[in-house]
């Protein structure tokens, strides 16, 4: 895997993380919210363990059932990606 393959996942991880604490923050505060569709695309694109760390971490969505399945089944697609590989794009 290349070095910018790791720096994106990296990246991507801690800005999953840091949504899920400023969601929970913003929920505690009544104030807006972030989206439940951008909590799960940021996982989708690569986040998802970053997420499921927010969800754990910050005691967010986890009761939601969309999110105990969904994150948990995203962190398994991306164990496949990294460790088989990436399909191609034709």
Do not use: C
Not at 22 to 30: G, H, T
Not at 63 to 70: E, T
Not at 71 to 80: A, D, E, G, S
């Amino acid at each position: 895997m290349s070095l910018a393959v790791l720096v994106y996942l990296a990246v991507i991880n801690v800005i999953a993380f840091g949504l899920y604490g400023l969601d929970k923050y913003r929920a505690m505060n009544n104030m807006w919210r972030i989206p439940e569709k951008t909590l799960l695309g940021v996982a989708a694109i690569g986040g998802a363990y970053g997420a499921y760390l927010g969800m754990r971490i910050f005691r967010h969505k986890t009761k939601h059932l969309k999110f105990q399945i969904g994150v948990p089944i995203m962190m398994l697609v991306w164990i496949y990606f990294v460790t088989k590989g990436f399909p191609e794009i034709r």
